[in-house]
């Protein structure tokens, strides 16, 4: 069972840059697809971006053009490069994945199956 433990959460200025990472537990298969997700309380989870097996990604059409996905199987990480933030984009960031066969990189939360606990990224005006 694949554990996924995220970090490089934090407060940043609108304008300003920011990435987060997360770790798994174990061995991410090459067919596993993996995303990122958030939450503002109050609001259904969104996706925000995702990556297959080969490197193909999917982003939400907010953040296309700020956000950049990759994925490490080597290493067994995901990361999530985010810049030119903006006020909106603070939320509980959640990484996800699939631990079964991947046909697409979606950004539907029911895809996945394996969830980590979150990390709150604020991003002042």
């Known amino acids: 069972q694949v554990q996924l433990v995220e970090s490089g959460g934090g407060q940043v200025e609108a304008g300003g840059s920011l990435r987060v990472s997360c770790a798994a537990s174990?061995?991410?298969?090459?067919?596993?697809?993996m995303a990122w997700f958030r939450q503002v309380p109050g609001k259904k989870r969104e996706g925000v971006a995702a990556i297959d097996s080969d490197g193909k990604t999917n982003y939400a059409s907010s953040v296309e053009g700020r956000f950049t996905i990759s994925k490490d199987n080597g290493k067994n990480t995901l990361d999530l490069e985010m810049s030119t933030l903006k006020p909106e984009d603070t939320a509980m960031y959640y990484c996800a994945a699939m631990s079964y066969l991947c046909s697409a990189p979606v950004l539907a939360d029911y895809s996945y199956d394996v969830w980590g606990q979150g990390t709150q990224v604020t991003v002042s005006s």
């Open positions: 174990a061995y991410i298969s090459r067919n596993y697809c």
